[in-house]
């Protein structure tokens, strides 16, 4: 089936350990999309790559980056991780805009100790 | 005001009632509208899209109400299964991201 995989689902590191977070997709969607969502809060979005071109968002930390070397694959990149990093990270996939909806990997719950 | 905002919960209610989510949006030029489950500790997911004639899926009825800027979802017969928290989604702008209401959460009873 066509879907958006996250890996790991479950990742630990150390304060100030640099950590990438890898998402891939089999649905050929032009748009991927990093979330970032903690306990009982609503996904923020971090940031998205309409096809080759990056979109930040204003408020997402500089140690935050991310990385698309083709259309199947997006990664995201802490470079130095603090306590309140930890969370879950959604990777999304839409085609165009998204007006038929997003499509969720599955996550991968970062906790930094 | 936020952007967008829903009934804050959580509803508690037992198997088989009927239970109505409000969310209200703050763009009139908002263009989509969704209602997305998410499970605890896992993705949200695509529960339907609303269309402006409103539409249903089995015990599920989304409704839009331009006029007033907001979306409701209706769950009749509720199940155990149903328990989650449901978010509302809008995409205030053709061209702009997701919007996601803070969600409300269900929890169906025996």
């Known amino acids: 089936d066509a879907m958006v995989i996250q890996n790991p689902r479950y990742q630990v590191t150390q304060f100030g350990k640099p950590v990438t977070l890898s998402c891939s997709q089999t649905?050929?969607?032009?748009?991927m999309y990093w979330y970032q969502q903690k306990s009982s809060q609503a996904p923020k979005l971090l940031f998205h790559?309409?096809?080759?071109?990056?979109?930040n968002e204003a408020d997402t930390p500089d140690n935050f980056q991310s990385r698309r070397p083709n259309t199947s694959f997006c990664f995201l990149d802490i470079r130095s991780p603090g306590l309140g990093d930890t969370a879950m990270y959604l990777c999304?996939?839409?085609?165009?805009?998204?007006?038929?909806?997003?499509?969720f990997g599955s996550g991968t719950r970062l906790t930094v100790v | 005001r936020k952007e967008v905002e829903q009934d804050p919960g959580p509803f508690n209610v037992p198997e088989g009632a009927t239970v109505a989510f409000n969310c209200t949006y703050s763009n009139s030029a908002s263009q989509s509208f969704f209602w997305y489950r998410q499970d605890c500790r896992k993705e949200p997911k695509l529960l339907m899209s609303?269309?402006?004639s409103g539409n249903e899926d089995g015990r599920f009825t989304a409704q839009l109400n331009r006029a007033s800027q907001y979306i409701s979802l209706l769950i009749r017969d509720s199940k155990l299964s149903d328990s989650a928290t449901y978010l509302c989604v809008v995409i205030p702008v053709y061209g702009q991201n997701f919007v996601f209401g803070p969600g409300t959460r269900l929890s169906v009873l025996p």
């Open positions: 790559y309409y096809d080759k071109d990056f979109n």
């Open positions: 999304a996939t839409s085609q165009g805009q998204g007006a038929n909806g997003y499509t």
């Open positions: 649905l050929n969607h032009n748009v």
């Open positions: 609303v269309y402006s």
